[in-house]
């Protein structure tokens, strides 16, 4: 159901969600008791969970407000390099993105901060909500997407994962700070796959996709040589003549 997401986006009442975390869940189940239960607001929440059984960090403090608008930093990379990304992902695909931030580190000597995602919905309308604001008072200071907020202080091309269409992360990309790039990679097409590690290959939206989409990201910003991502589609074995996912 890549587009699920897509879907309830268009329902302006719906508060849709894609959490990786417990602590992400905890904290959104208890805002949609608080808005449905007892304001007794007229919305209602569409949240999508996995069944894999990983680790989890648990709940930072701060960290709730920005679950709840749609993103948040997970990570900032201790790592020293001339080079710097942002990952962001959500759901299931956010596990892939952090192993990508891994590898990115240690096979290609590469920093990379990670974000969370839970709902790239919600930032979209958030976006959206201060450029009409803008649009309608233009004498007043103009308001910054939340977004937009979130990245300005970071480094280095913005790459996003997800296991939904492309459509889904690519609501946000009028909201990137200036002069940024923004590489999505989604599920668009019909799956076919035994595995889940298979159907994310794919789709072409695992970590070894994330990496290149990175390096790529890198080469066009001209801080990196294109030899280096010829080098990496060779090192993990990808097929760069297979058919695009979304004709199959």
Request: aromatic fraction near 8%.
């Amino acid at each position: 159901d890549g587009h699920s997401h897509v879907l309830a986006s268009t329902i302006p009442n719906c508060m849709p969600y894609d959490p990786t975390f417990a602590h992400e869940v905890a904290v959104i189940l208890h805002d949609g008791l608080k808005r449905m239960v007892e304001q007794q607001e007229d919305v209602f929440y569409y949240i999508t969970l996995m069944n894999e059984n990983f680790s989890h960090p648990g709940l930072q403090a701060g960290q709730e407000a920005g679950i709840l608008k749609g993103m948040y930093r997970l990570k900032i990379s201790g790592k020293t390099a001339s080079n710097r990304v942002q990952l962001m992902g959500s759901g299931t695909i956010l596990r892939e993105v952090i192993a990508a931030a891994e590898l990115l580190e240690q096979e290609w000597d590469i920093a990379a901060d990670i974000w969370s995602a839970p709902s790239f919905t919600l930032l979209a309308r958030d976006g959206q909500d201060a450029e009409r604001w803008n649009m309608l008072n233009p004498t007043k200071t103009p308001r910054l997407a939340y977004v937009t907020q979130q990245l300005t202080d970071s480094a280095g091309p913005i790459i996003a994962a997800t296991d939904y269409m492309r459509t889904y992360a690519e609501q946000i990309r009028a909201f990137m700070p200036a002069g940024r790039s923004y590489k999505v990679l989604g599920t668009d097409g019909f799956g076919r796959s035994d595995t889940r590690a298979k159907l994310r290959e794919f789709f072409e939206v695992n970590r070894y996709f994330v990496v290149i989409a990175a390096l790529k990201s890198l080469v066009d910003a001209g801080s990196l040589d294109k030899a280096i991502v010829a080098k990496a589609i060779q090192k993990y074995g990808i097929q760069a003549d297979k058919p695009n996912p979304v004709t199959l």
